[in-house]
């Protein structure tokens, strides 16, 4: 158990430093800006590409893995969208927000620096595949069920290219596609500019967790929501176990490294871009914050019971 301690201490001890540090030092939360542009379109899409272009080509061609992931993930939404349909008597908009806090993980900001800290560098490579493709389905549900809650419903050819440009346009997926490529045509970079994407790669962590709990402090929690009741339980609890038994279930001979990073990033909390969603449709922004807060904290407790399970052979 001090092993598992030992790991998750100083990768969540960041995040409540930057909680702490946002709660004493009074700055607008505007001067975040240039960090998260740093951390989203430099240092992580560095870490992406460095770890999936030195990676085997065969190792990107596991359908099976990418298929159950995504269709877990899917199946928690719709569980959570039903529910939450039936709470509030049909709002389209709520629901779907609600559906995202409890199927839309942390898995930009959380998922490489605890998986790869947990399991070696060998759980980048399932960490990005995961992020590419339940990302670009977030992407598609998000415009698609607001269009149908809304009053004017874009042409489908409009929301098509919307949704592709936001795809193809994300620096975590175009880093994907790039390291994928380098690894397939085995390109070698100049020692220099490897380095440099090797200093790129080490700030990732570190600063997009200080940024997390920054941000956290910086939406103040007015109240808990009732919905958060059924809603973190199915997050942090009901995804991850959800993911273990399809992939032990329906891919045979699964990598255990591959397996544990599937779980591990289910359990994460609800991501920031929950929150994002709501203020861009205007819908449930302030409970969106809470969900992000309040799994948050709760993540430090889950994560953790999940790693040690993991670390130590019960699963």
């Known amino acids: 158990m001090f092993e598992v301690i030992n790991l998750v201490i100083p990768l969540f001890g960041l995040i409540f430093l930057g909680f702490g540090t946002a709660k004493l030092v009074k700055l607008p939360l505007e001067g975040l800006a240039w960090m998260n542009y740093f951390i989203v379109y430099v240092a992580l899409p560095a870490l992406f590409y460095r770890l999936l272009s030195k990676t085997p080509v065969e190792q990107f061609a596991n359908v099976g893995f990418i298929a159950v992931s995504i269709f877990a993930t899917l199946v928690i939404?719709?569980?959570v969208f039903i529910i939450a349909g039936l709470v509030n008597k049909g709002n389209v908009a709520e629901a779907t927000i609600q559906g995202f806090a409890a199927a839309y993980g942390n898995i930009g900001y959380m998922g490489p620096p605890l998986a790869i800290a947990a399991f070696g560098v060998g759980a980048g490579v399932p960490v990005a595949l995961i992020?590419?493709?339940?990302?670009?389905?977030?992407?598609?549900?998000?415009?698609?069920?607001m269009g149908l809650h809304g009053e004017d419903i874009k042409p489908?050819?409009?929301?098509?290219?919307?949704?592709?440009?936001?795809i193809f346009t994300?620096?975590?997926i175009v880093a994907?596609?790039?390291?994928v490529l380098a690894a397939i045509f085995k390109v070698e970079l100049p020692g220099s500019i490897d380095k440099l994407l090797e200093f790129l790669s080490g700030a990732a962590a570190p600063c997009a967790l200080f940024v997390m709990g920054v941000t956290s402090a910086m939406r103040p929690l007015k109240r808990v929501p009732f919905e958060l009741g059924y809603i973190v339980p199915i997050k942090l609890i009901l995804h991850p176990l959800l993911v273990y038994v399809l992939m032990i279930t329906l891919v045979p001979d699964i990598d255990p490294i591959w397996l544990y990073s599937a779980v591990l990033l289910a359990a994460l909390p609800s991501a920031t871009?929950?929150?994002?969603?709501?203020?861009?449709?205007?819908?449930w922004q302030e409970r969106a914050s809470?969900?992000?807060?309040?799994?948050t904290l709760c993540a430090t407790l889950s994560v953790t019971g999940?790693?040690?399970?993991?670390?130590?052979?019960?699963?």
């Open 77 to 79: 939404f719709v569980l």
């Open 131 to 145: 992020f590419c493709f339940e990302n670009s389905m977030h992407f598609i549900l998000a415009p698609f069920l």
């Open 156 to 166: 489908f050819g409009v929301m098509a290219k919307e949704v592709l440009y936001k």
């Open 170 to 172: 994300h620096p975590f």
């Open 176 to 179: 994907t596609i790039a390291g």
């Open 273 to 283: 871009n929950v929150f994002v969603i709501a203020q861009q449709y205007q819908v």
């Open 290 to 295: 809470s969900a992000v807060v309040i799994s």
């Open 306 to 315: 999940i790693l040690y399970l993991m670390l130590n052979g019960f699963i």
